[in-house]
């Protein structure tokens, strides 16, 4: 399985700008999707926003679509989520996933590999 490492958290005021990236060593970094999801206090791990590991097919949850863009370069092994415009709301941990097939879902994810998260908190 691949070895993740998220970075790129931090704080920011609501209206700002992240760019978290998931780096990935070990095997063909090109033949993973890569899945984000976060988790806010108290509450369950969910979907993000994924991109399939062929054509590079984007995937978004509705509450972040026209924010956050999720791109890939294979040649860096890495694969980056810009997330734009950021509310309060989007405070959570980051966690990115590598699995053989994209995941929105726990159960689907878990067929692959996590990252140790990045910490995004978006101040009022």
């Known amino acids: 399985q691949a070895q993740l490492v998220e970075s790129g958290g931090g704080l920011v005021q609501a209206g700002g700008s992240l760019r978290l990236s998931c780096a990935a060593s070990?095997?063909?970094?090109?033949?993973?999707?890569i899945n984000w999801f976060r988790q806010a206090p108290g509450k369950e791990r969910e979907f993000v926003a994924a991109?399939?590991?062929?054509?590079?097919?984007?995937y978004y949850t509705d509450s972040v679509k026209g924010r956050f863009t999720i791109s890939r370069d294979n040649a860096k092994n890495t694969v980056y989520l810009k997330m734009n415009s950021l509310k309060p709301e989007d405070t959570a941990v980051y966690y990115c996933?590598?699995?053989?097939?994209?995941?929105?879902?726990?159960?689907?994810?878990?067929?692959?590999?996590w990252g140790q998260g990045t910490q995004v908190t978006v101040s009022s």
């Open positions: 070990g095997r063909t970094f090109s033949n993973y999707a």
């Open positions: 991109i399939g590991w062929s054509v590079g097919r984007t």
């Open positions: 996933n590598a699995a053989p097939a994209v995941a929105m879902t726990l159960d689907e994810a878990d067929f692959g590999s």
